[in-house]
């Protein structure tokens, strides 16, 4: 089991950056594939990108291709999601999510194919 802890988030001005972190406890990070969700007001929850248990193949939502970076350091047990040029539209509450894979190339896009969860950072982004 694995507990994951997001951080980084806050308010920025639209153009802005913000640098996501989840710190990952209790087992180590290297046989979960991982990914960021979030979910904002009214709306379901959902993917914004995701990385394989080795770093080598990702996934991004269009909405955020060319923007948003994901990364994961396993040495640190941890993942990150660099955010750039933010718009409004991506306020919203974001989530760290793993799942465990023995397939060190796999990812996941879908929020119910991960069984770990954490608590969540609110990124808000005004005009």
């Known amino acids: 089991q694995v507990q994951l802890v997001e951080s980084g988030g806050g308010l920025v001005q639209a153009g802005g950056s913000l640098r996501l972190s989840c710190a990952a406890s209790?087992?180590?990070?290297?046989?979960?594939?991982m990914g960021w969700f979030r979910q904002a007001p009214g709306k379901e929850r959902e993917p914004v990108a995701a990385?394989?248990?080795?770093?080598?193949?990702?996934y991004y939502a269009d909405s955020v291709k060319g923007r948003f970076t994901i990364s994961r350091d396993n040495a640190k047990n941890m993942v990150y999601l660099e955010m750039n040029s933010l718009k409004p539209e991506d306020t919203a509450v974001y989530y760290c999510?793993?799942?465990?894979?023995?397939?060190?190339?796999?990812?996941?896009?879908?929020?119910?194919?991960?069984?770990?969860w954490g608590q969540g950072t609110q990124v808000t982004v005004s005009s």
């Open positions: 209790g087992r180590t990070v290297t046989v979960y594939a």
């Open positions: 999510a793993a799942r465990f894979t023995i397939w060190t190339g796999s990812y996941s896009s879908k929020a119910n194919d991960y069984e770990y």
């Open positions: 990385i394989s248990r080795s770093g080598d193949n990702t």
